[in-house]
């Protein structure tokens, strides 16, 4: 088995690059990812287990409920219950005297998931290439040529150096790269979008903001807004979900919107006012490979019975990742069909 990887593991600009994700399973009413996380905790406790490292921070996760509209949460509340995931509704009250340093204006009411929190990312994807290296396999920094991929079947593929990797089935999870290797299945389907991810200096001492005493945080009102406390002299995590604009991730420039800051710094104000005036001490440009309807791509090529597509993660595949790569594995190993929500088919009348 070989593994291939364009930039290394965990690399700037891939999608499961940068230190930190978070990891939660408050995802709305409709939704099988309350399922899928469940069941990507207790792999993510499995291969910690295995490896004796810990990528799972449970700072708990606060889902902060700003908007009128909180169908998306309410119906959430019956995904997490039948997904045995614990978690506490709190209001406004509560969470002020839980998080005195959070101002709670606007807020209605919330969500807690004591179990979930904030997973370490790029420690993971070399772990993973570790694990799998120790297991026998065989890694190689190298690319794939998109030169005749959709040209089918799918018998070699060209490699940057040159060179050809013959294989029984290929599995291509490439996350942003999915539709530029395979234009006419996906180029429409998989589209990478640029967002800003904020990095603020809380005040000398001032513990408050760190995963010590803060949960990961989500604001759920007229935007989405996120964080994950200080971890690892990282600092203060914060950025806007809104979509933002097309992306190359292999030459795009990595430099974050001064108006997304501006709006970014607005936020932060109003709703941590202790760090109003906090120094912006790092920023990154991450991508979302982002699909029309949101949700993932597992399936088969529509032309190619060896070939399966795993990506579209649209913001938050990289923490499903255990459960995903056990889907896949499975889907490969044994054959069968992927569930009806994942496939390709469901875009052809879109």
Known sequence: MTLLDAWGPGNSRASSGGETRIMRGTYGPDQLYSQLAARTVKLWEKYEGRWKRQFLHRTGVLWMVSSRDDAYERGSLRMLREARIKFREFSTAEMKKRWPQINFDGVHWGIFEPECGYLDARASCQAVVDAFVAEGGEYWQMAVAPDGLENGPMRSVILSDGS???????????????????????GRLVQATKQDIFFFGPPAG?????????PVWGDHGKRFFYGIPGSD????????????AAFDPTCGERVVSQATLKRVREYLALRFPAMKDAPLIETRVCQYEQTPDSNFILDRHPRMENVWILGGGSGHGFKHGPALGEMVADLVLKGGEADAVWRLSRFECS
């Open 164 to 186: 050809r990797l013959k294989a029984d089935y290929y599995v291509f999870a490439c996350g942003p790269w999915l539709g530029k290797l395979f234009p006419g299945t996906l």
């Open 206 to 214: 001032d513990s408050r903001f760190t995963d010590a005493h803060m």
């Open 233 to 244: 002299r990282r600092g203060f995590k914060m950025a806007d979900d809104t979509r933002g």
